[in-house]
Structures are given as structure tokens and as C-alpha cells.
């Protein structure tokens, strides 16, 4: 007998049966400890389908009036119309723009925009350090001070005076921190040094030079050496020496703000009003209209930054915008008179709409010394 037929007698399937005895019973659910029964009462039911808009679209529900293609057009040529005419008017706007600063620019030799921008971000600078940590005033003023020297320096060298850049650096740089950080009576004698520093390399290096120079020339290249020093570095270190006073953070704030109005005023007057030459031969584009702009702004300023800022009476504020405003002047035009010497426009270009450093600080250096002069003078009148 054979296995087959006995497997068959003792009611065990056949050896070759095994794939069909392993398929399970079709109606018995898969279950076990990773797959759990599934329960279809668990099924969210589904959401209805949007009506279709298209008859004939097989889906059940009233149909919709959509918007056709011609009035999705409109709508995109509304569009389209309103951007057009959108950047029409700002493409005017903007020759219209260009055409007044060409004519100011024509006017008075400096481009409006970029002017009102630097001098926004170096005013941004300037508040900053005044006004939280007035020792971050220190670097500011360091950085200006060395800047200025080096656009003086390389002007004069250009109209044929020997001046010595990195010691005129050198000695700048002891004068500025020296004013901050040493007693005032040190500062005079570091005044003293750095001018001696500067003429003495002046002459050694000329000695060393041995090119036939006259000696009316050698004199002059160590006058000039020596005025670098005060004119820049020492009046920078003035301004420090009243920042290191007792809200002496306030008065530098002050005395800048109104040497700007004045510059400001003086601009905006001339460049409406102006007609008649303050100073022709020295700076042609002066007026005594725009002077008289400078005045109002300067004695406006001065008022309000005694009343509110410095807790003056208002005639101190008077006294204080009279005098910023005659030693600005004066400084723009001893600049000019110093520029027209030389044979430049410029004391450099490196500063859009500006000029160079020097070309805007050249009234406010000047007005350090009645700003410290006053400081000491009023500081008994101050309102506590």
C-alpha cells in the first residue's frame, strides 16, 4: 500500500496537499498581536464632492455658475492696467526726482540724496555713542580725527608741501586719546610734543634728503606739519575734553547739533533765496541769504537745545547758538579760503554728496572751543 493511500485511509492529507492546507478560511478575519481586527465602523464617511460646475461631470449635485474665461480676462487686464499705470507714475516720480537733484546739484555742487543718506547714517553713529556709553564717543571721534589728517595731509602734499603722513598719524593719535583719558593740563603739553614730533621729523628727514630745497620752503613744510596737528587732532581732542565732563555727553551733542542746523539753514536759504555772494573770491556759492538762514536756524536750535536738553535759560540758548554760529562760519571759511589755496574742490571724494571728511567738519571743529568755553562759564546758571 502505498503512502498516498494509507494518508488518505487514516484521514491525514496527502503530502503534496500542503500549500492547500495552508491557506486559511477565506471568511476568517486576519488577527493577531500586530495586526488587530479592523473594525469598518470606524471609518469616517466621506465628504461630499464638490458640484461640478460642467454638466455631464458624472457627480451628483446642482451645478454652479462659475466665472467664464472672459471674465477671468477682465480681471487680469484690470490688472494688468493698474500695474502699468502704477509704475507710470512712480517712473515719473522718479525722472521728476532726478531732475530736481541734477538742478541742485548743478546749483551748489553736491548731490542731495546721497548727501541727506550718508549724513543720516553718520548721524545714527553719532547719536548712538552719545547716548548710551558716551566712551564709545572715543573711537568716533579717533577715527575722524586720524581720517581728517590723512585728507589734510595728502592736500597739501598734492600743492607741493612735504608733510609726513605716519608721523603726522602718530602724534595724532596721542594728542586724541590723551585729551579723553589724561588731565586737561596734559593735553597742552601733548599739544607741545606733537607739533615738536612733526617739525623736528620735518627737518630731519629734509636734512636727510639733501634735494636742494630752499630754506623759506623747509620752514614752511614745518609751519604746515605743526598746523595739521592743531587744526584737526587737538581741536577732536577739545571735543573730548568736554565730553569727559560731568553731561559734558550733552554739550557735544548740542554744539554739533547746532553747527548742522546752521550748515542745514544756510543751505536751504541760498539754494531758495540766494542772490547775493557772501564771499565771492573765497567761496562764490556762499550768500548772505543763505548766512541769514544760517542765523535763524542756529538761534532756533540753541533755544530749544538750552530749554530742553542742556536746562538753560533761554537766553543762554541765545548766547550759545550766536557763538557756534560765528566760529562755524568762520571755519567753513577758513576751509574754503585753505581748499582754494591748494587748487581743490575737495578736501577727497571718498564721501558721496559730501566731499570729504574735512569738508564737514570743518565747522564743526572750530566750534569746539566756545562749546568747552561755555560749558564752564554757564555750568553755575544750570536749572536743577
Request: hydrophobic residues 55%.
Amino acid at each position: 500500500m502505498s503512502d498516498d493511500t494509507r494518508d488518505a485511509e487514516e484521514g491525514k492529507p496527502a503530502r503534496g496537499d500542503s500549500r492547500q492546507q495552508a491557506v486559511p478560511d477565506a471568511g476568517a478575519p486576519l488577527a493577531d498581536a500586530a495586526f488587530p481586527g479592523f473594525d469598518t465602523t470606524s471609518i469616517p464617511p466621506r465628504p461630499p464632492m464638490p458640484a461640478s460646475a460642467v454638466n455631464g461631470g458624472g457627480v451628483e449635485g446642482p451645478a454652479i455658475d462659475l466665472l467664464d474665461t472672459a471674465d477671468h480676462n477682465a480681471i487680469r487686464e484690470q490688472w494688468r492696467a493698474a500695474r502699468d499705470e502704477l509704475g507710470t507714475h512712480v517712473s515719473y516720480a522718479r525722472d521728476q526726482l532726478d531732475q530736481a537733484n541734477e538742478r541742485i546739484k548743478e546749483r551748489t555742487g553736491r548731490d542731495l540724496i546721497l548727501a541727506i543718506l550718508i549724513g543720516l547714517a553718520f548721524g545714527a553713529a553719532l547719536l548712538g555713542s552719545l547716548l548710551f556709553i558716551k566712551i564709545l564717543f572715543v573711537p568716533f571721534a579717533l577715527a575722524a580725527a586720524l581720517l581728517g589728517v590723512w585728507e589734510l595731509s595728502r592736500a597739501l602734499r598734492s600743492a607741493g608741501r612735504r608733510v609726513d603722513v605716519v608721523p603726522q598719524l602718530i602724534a595724532a593719535t596721542l594728542l586724541v586719546l590723551s585729551a579723553y583719558f589724561a588731565e586737561i593740563w596734559l593735553c597742552w603739553i601733548m599739544l607741545f610734543l606733537a607739533v615738536a614730533f612733526v617739525i623736528v621729523w620735518r627737518l630731519m628727514s629734509q636734512m636727510i634728503e639733501k634735494d636742494g630745497r630752499t630754506y623759506g620752503d623747509v620752514l614752511a613744510d614745518a609751519i604746515v606739519g605743526g598746523f595739521v596737528q592743531i587744526y584737526v587732532p587737538f581741536l577732536a581732542g577739545v571735543a573730548l575734553i568736554l565730553l569727559k565732563q560731568e553731561g559734558g555727553q550733552w554739550w557735544v551733542l548740542g554744539f554739533i547739533a547746532v553747527a548742522v542746523a546752521a550748515d542745514t539753514g544756510a543751505y536751504a536759504a541760498g539754494l531758495a533765496f540766494g542772490r547775493h555772494p557772501m564771499a565771492p573770491k573765497i567761496s562764490p556759492k556762499k550768500t548772505w541769504e543763505g548766512f541769514a538762514g544760517a542765523v535763524a536756524a542756529s538761534l532756533i536750535a540753541g533755544v530749544l537745545l538750552a530749554l530742553f536738553l542742556l536746562d538753560l535759560p533761554w537766553w543762554m540758548g541765545l548766547v550759545f547758538g550766536a557763538s557756534i554760529l560765528l566760529t562755524a562760519t568762520l571755519g567753513d571759511l577758513g576751509e574754503s579760503m585753505l581748499k582754494r589755496d591748494i587748487g581743490i574742490k575737495d578736501m577727497s571724494s571718498w564721501l558721496p554728496g559730501h566731499g570729504g571728511l574735512l569738508d564737514r567738519l570743518d565747522s564743526i571743529l572750530p566750534s569746539t572751543i566756545p562749546a568747552l568755553a561755555l560749558y564752564f562759564l554757564f555750568s553755575p546758571w544750570v536749572v536743577l
